[in-house]
């Protein structure tokens, strides 16, 4: 399984390199919409690379109620347990 250190560094080259958000504001506790001003649009291309990583296809159920970067770790820790179960 992915570590959490890992996925936050994977967390944030992307968004870096998607939304030019400073990898500095980028923590667990950073609210997606709030904080960082991710959009619905947005969070598509974050699916896009997520599937990437885990080569699984984001579930929409697992990714409606995220809202935390520390969510979308702990998706992407799910979906990899996944892969390798």
């Known amino acids: 399984m992915l570590t959490e250190e ?5 967390l944030r080259e992307w968004m870096d390199e998607l939304f030019e958000i400073p990898p500095s504001k980028v923590n667990m506790d950073s609210n997606l ?3 960082l001003d991710v959009d619905s649009i947005d969070a598509v291309d974050l699916v896009v ?3 990437n990583l885990t080569g699984k296809m984001v579930q929409p159920e697992d990714f ?3 809202r935390t970067v520390h969510d979308v770790v702990l998706v992407i820790q799910k ?3 996944e892969c390798e179960a």
């Open 6 to 10: 890992y996925i936050l560094n994977q």
């Open 33 to 35: 919409y709030t904080d």
């Open 79 to 81: 979906m990899s347990a």
């Open 49 to 51: 690379k997520i599937k």
């Open 64 to 66: 409606k109620n995220v």
